[in-house]
């Protein structure tokens, strides 16, 4: 059996009810349940919260919340992987043990039904423990520059000063729209960034961090701008 399982804690401090705020006409979490119902990966959609309103809008939106989570999992310090063996565990101990679970961000508009496919064929095909999405960066990490104490700048790495961007060696980050491992492995409490995860590519104009009311926005004319770009009115 193969289980999304979405996080979705009600104590967002920089965006508060950021989880079922408005997003572009809708409530946030609704596009990632739109996209894990619409995937065909998934027996079932599991919406993880401590939150009665949270599990209301998600009920209604098509996801399952079968149990609340504890309030040790649900505050600014909870890990992830806890987090999804939560699920995994409570699953477990009501017959209905997962082969695999996708642990898709409830903030994660951008989130296509096909990446999720691809993330799956990934950890299908390598039998690594996880498979996540990542993005490239666009400006070479090599030349990145820190503020000093004085007003002035410096490079981390003043080595590279003079070296021609083409020549860096690109670099990549998490893309924070999905996760797909083996039970196994969010249980074992394995981390996901190591050399047993594979990389799911993601475009970076699709990958976008909301964390404040500034990456919100951002996000709403990323968006509302590829819809209209794909003549698409959702």
Known sequence: MRVAVIPARGGSKRIPRKNIRPFCGRPMIAWSIEAACTSGCFDRVIVSTDDDEIATAAERLGAEVPFRRPQALADDYAGTVPVVAHAIEWLGEHGAAPDSVCC???TAPFVR?????RGLEALERTGCDYAFSVTSYAFPIQRALRLTEDGR???FQPEYATTRSQDLEEAWHDAGQFYWGQSEAWLGNRPVMTSDAVPVVLPRER???IDTPEDWRRAEWLFNAMQAEAGESR
């Open 153 to 155: 700048v410096a490079m």
């Open 207 to 209: 990958v976008q961090d």
């Open 113 to 117: 039904a096909a990446d999720l496919r």
């Open 104 to 106: 898709l961000y409830a």
